[in-house]
Nanobody, 117 residues
Framework: QVQLVESGGGLVQAGGSLRLSCAASGRTFGSYDMGWYRQAPGKEREFVTAISWLGGSTRYADSVKGRFTISSDNAKNTVYLQLNSLKPEDTAIYYC??????????WGQGTQVTVST
């Protein structure tokens, strides 16, 4: 099993910044991506960004390109999400995800990000 623990959410004004962290523990071996999804009230969970654990390649949803940056510290099994130029529409619960190429997905408990006008 894999355990994912997120931290760093909170309330911020529009234009502000936050940094989320996700620490992975347990059976964190093999080939996988780590990333972030979010779910706003009344909406489906959507992809935000991901990073390949082995090669470090990244991908982003169009809605966050140029504002959000994903990074990782492999020694700490931790992935970070820097959120800049936040907008009210970024308000959501942000979930950390570990996607094994073989073996499925694991999810964190979620951390709330609220952006006020």
């Amino acid at each position: 099993q894999v355990q994912l623990v997120e931290s760093g959410g909170g309330l911020v004004q529009a234009g502000g910044s936050l940094r989320l962290s996700c620490a992975a523990s347990g059976r964190t071996f093999g080939s996988y991506d780590m990333g972030w999804y979010r779910q706003a009230p009344g909406k489906e969970r959507e992809f935000v960004t991901a990073i390949s654990w082995l090669g470090g390649s990244t991908r982003y949803a169009d809605s966050v390109k140029g504002r959000f940056t994903i990074s990782s510290d492999n020694a700490k099994n931790t992935v970070y999400l820097q959120l800049n130029s936040l907008k009210p529409e970024d308000t959501a619960i942000y979930y950390c995800n570990l996607h094994r190429y073989v073996g499925g997905d694991y999810w964190g408990q979620g951390t709330q990000v609220t952006v006020s006008t």
